[in-house]
């Protein structure tokens, strides 16, 4: 390939694919916000923000991957039948966007 075609590819590319800092910071400012619209801050804390009732979600990520965090928002009794966590009504959206927003905390 001649370096002038490299170069209309990479910003082709560029134009249509955001860079995975600008994905990372969408899915942290959609999750943070789906966090406290449904209340998750009233028992869990992510850093500073939150009640210290139910676990501590800073690091939840280390822990846990989205696929399992989304199954626990879901059912958190079917997961773990002594579970304190209530189901809750939370929509399928809301369901993914904070499960791949807790897996990332690390």
């Not at 370096?3 to 249509?16: C, E, K, S």
Request: proline share 6%; net charge positive.
């Amino acid at each position: 390939m001649t370096q002038r075609l490299v170069l209309a590819l990479a910003f082709a590319f560029a134009a249509i694919a955001p860079p995975a800092a600008v994905a990372a910071d969408d899915i942290a400012q959609r999750g943070r916000a789906v966090f406290m619209k449904n209340g998750c801050h009233g028992c869990h804390t992510i850093g500073a923000m939150g009640s210290r009732i139910g676990p501590d979600l800073s690091r939840v990520g280390f822990k846990y991957r989205a696929e399992y965090i989304e199954r626990w928002l879901r059912d958190p009794s079917y997961l773990r039948p002594s579970a304190h966590m209530p189901a809750l009504e939370l929509t399928d959206a809301d369901i993914q966007i904070l499960a791949r927003y807790l897996s990332t905390l690390r």
